[in-house]
């Protein structure tokens, strides 16, 4: 594999990254990786956000400008230039043997003057100078942000919030107990369960705490209302 076939290290995108901020718009040359357009050359014009899609490296392809993943373009050697097409000579008419004398026939076609024949051979030539025009890789639409949903426990209440890239869908609301686990019981990671687990229980016995309390009281005030109603 040659060093056009490899694609951008890791050291060449921070170059390429150091010469666009400094006004430059480094060379480079298509791998093969990037399909029919390969060996071709293009100029980087920017380096997008690496996080949100592979194909962060813009580069300037004739009048496009589409991304590029760093394994679809090297770094073009000094020197290099665009390669254009040249016309193939046209081959030399091969000699006609002599042949007997015929008897002479008149044909309905006119030969064309020497001049038409002329503006001809060169518009021929121009058409074969041109090169011939590669199909270019179209650009992928970028998808649409990432969506965070999330479940929080805190001072004795379950929260849940959304938020779709910076922006703000949900803001945290308050979820009985009961929705919260059927949200955990979706998630299977080690561990999260038993978080929960602990949680619910310290909950448990803060609750029946509170019972045990409250009944203490209520049997408190029953004898109180015994004793008010024996006096009478």
């Known amino acids: 594999m040659g060093a056009a076939d490899q694609g951008l290290s890791t050291d060449e995108v921070q170059s390429i990254r150091e010469a666009l901020a400094a006004g430059r718009k480094p060379k480079v040359v298509f791998t093969s990786s990037a399909g029919q357009v390969a060996g071709q050359l293009g100029q980087v014009v920017e380096l997008t956000d690496p996080e949100s899609s592979d194909e962060f490296v813009v580069v300037r392809f004739g009048r496009d400008e589409l991304p590029f993943s760093p394994a679809d373009v090297a770094v ?31 044909l309905d076609r006119v030969p064309a003057p020497r001049q038409e024949r002329q503006e001809e051979s060169m518009v021929d030539t121009a058409e074969a100078a041109k090169p011939a025009r590669r199909p270019v890789k179209a650009a992928k639409p970028k998808g649409p942000a990432g969506l965070t949903v999330t479940l929080a426990y805190a001072d004795g209440e379950w929260t849940v919030a959304a938020q779709q890239g910076s922006k703000s869908l949900a803001k945290p609301y308050v979820v009985k107990p009961a929705e919260a686990l059927r949200m955990v ?48």
């Open 76 to 106: 073009a050697p000094r020197g290099t230039g665009r390669r254009v097409a040249e016309p193939k000579p046209e081959p030399e008419p091969e000699p006609v043997a002599p042949v007997a004398a015929e008897p002479e026939f008149v």
């Open 185 to 232: 019981a979706l998630v299977d990671v080690p561990g999260v369960h038993e978080a929960v687990e602990q949680i619910m229980a310290a909950e448990r016995a803060d609750a029946e705490q509170q019972a045990e309390k409250l009944r203490a009281e209520l049997a408190e005030i029953e004898a109180r209302l015994a004793e008010l109603r024996e006096a009478r």
